[in-house]
């Protein structure tokens, strides 16, 4: 019972230890707040900036601040459009929807001062990456985010079962880039874990075990790598109810789509008082779709997203993120 109890109360402290340090990881220049992302800049975390794609340094002391922009790939590296608020003498902030992000999972950004001059991360920061262009090394680093973020609550767990006497397991993907550092994974009794909030999409990932990469040996669903060897993949899948608010007199009502290679028969929708609905769950992307009532093809009327496929058809348009 002794050892039972050591075992546990050990337990407990690496559990602690972990999530302490992963709270204090040195992720830089924003952090997740509900569905928003909030992108943080505190001069003080800064010690360079440079002014052009060569990397020339100037001391960041030597720079009076008038104004602080964010600039990434999501809005083109533009150095007006994103500016920060600013809270007080050390500390700006700009804050936008996690759903405003599409398409991508992880974005590279950097803060920019006066709309001129480029501040430089520090390389303690666990989220940088070195800054490219045209496939070229600027000799300079970017700070970056991901859309997905560690919650208890959120919509996918993985488990590591096993590895018990390993001192760091990390868990990286096509959601983070493949940072080696980021996604901490916490101990259990049986083995590690760690839960995220991810978008809809399907995403291919490995656990780092001490610096050794491997598949999840739990889950059959894989591709092939560049490698020659093989990626463990999860699909996250949203639910997603259409509605038909017409046609209420109608005998039958059909929703088809890209999302089951418009199937005409198997999505029934259901009636309701106000018309049709019909659920399903799908993972991130955009979906052509039409209802069938009564053998009569129609878009939504309600949908004004329209747009024309490869035959010349138009159809309705539905966006899941």
């Not at 029934?268 to 039409?290: A, D, P, S, V």
Request: charged letters at 30%; proline letters at 2%.
């Amino acid at each position: 019972m002794s050892k039972i109890i050591v075992h546990i109360i050990t337990l407990l402290i690496v559990f602690i230890t972990t999530t302490t340090f992963a709270q204090n990881s040195k992720v830089k220049g924003y952090r997740i707040e509900g569905d928003e992302i909030v992108f943080s800049f505190d001069k003080r975390d800064y010690k360079k900036v440079t002014k052009n794609n060569f990397g020339a340094e100037k001391d960041f002391k030597d720079i009076d601040i008038n104004n602080v922009v964010v600039a990434g790939e999501f809005n083109n590296w533009s150095l007006k459009k994103w500016r920060m608020v600013k809270l007080n003498e050390n500390n700006y902030e700009l804050r936008k929807k996690i759903e405003d992000f599409t398409d991508e999972f992880s974005w590279e950004f950097k803060f920019v001062i006066n709309n001129y001059y480029w501040a430089e991360p520090s390389r303690d920061a666990i989220n940088i990456s070195k800054a490219t262009k045209n496939e070229k090394n600027l000799n300079v680093y970017n700070l970056n985010f991901t859309t997905a973020y560690v919650d208890e609550n959120g919509n996918a767990t993985f488990n590591l079962n096993g590895f018990k006497e390993a001192d760091k397991v990390i868990l990286s993907g096509t959601f983070n880039r493949w940072n080696e550092d980021y996604f901490k994974m916490i101990p259990t009794i049986d083995g590690w874990k760690l839960t995220l909030q991810l978008k809809p999409g399907e995403y291919e990932y490995k656990f780092i075990v001490d610096g050794k990469w491997m598949e999840d040996p739990t889950n059959n669903l894989k591709n092939r790598n560049e490698f020659d060897g093989y990626n463990s993949v999860i699909k996250i899948y949203k639910w997603v109810t259409f509605h038909l608010n017409t046609n209420s007199d109608a005998k039958k009502v059909i929703l088809t789509g890209s999302f089951n290679n418009w199937d005409e028969n198997n999505y029934k929708m259901i009636r309701t008082k106000n018309g049709w609905e019909y659920t399903l769950k799908l993972y991130g992307g955009k979906y052509h779709y039409k209802f069938i009532v009564d053998d009569y093809w129609i878009t939504d009327p309600y949908n004004p997203v329209k747009e024309f496929d490869y035959d010349g058809n138009i159809n309705s348009v539905c966006i899941v993120k």
